[in-house]
């Protein structure tokens, strides 16, 4: 049974520390972290999650489409 405050667990899992030091994460990897929680949410649900509840990570994705690519652009703040 999925319960809400694993939506969180599963976004701060999703997070990856590049080697340049930048923390990334994108929609895919989001939705994989979710369905191990047993969340099972499409890539334009977990997108209009991360629009709501996330305030320090900006969309830096390259191309069109649902799988977007989100960075952490204050580096003092967390979710």
């Known amino acids: 049974m999925p319960r809400c405050y694993e939506v969180e667990i599963a976004w701060r899992k999703a997070i990856i520390l590049e080697p340049s030091g930048r923390k990334t994460v994108t929609t895919g990897r989001f939705v994989q972290e979710l369905e ?3 969340h099972h949410w499409s890539m334009r649900e977990a997108n209009r999650w991360i ?3 996330v305030t320090t990570f900006r969309d830096i994705s390259t191309q ?3 799988n977007r690519t989100f960075q952490l652009f204050n580096p003092n703040g967390g979710l």
């Open 64 to 66: 069109e489409g649902e």
């Open 51 to 53: 629009e709501w509840h």
């Open 36 to 38: 191990k929680v047993n």
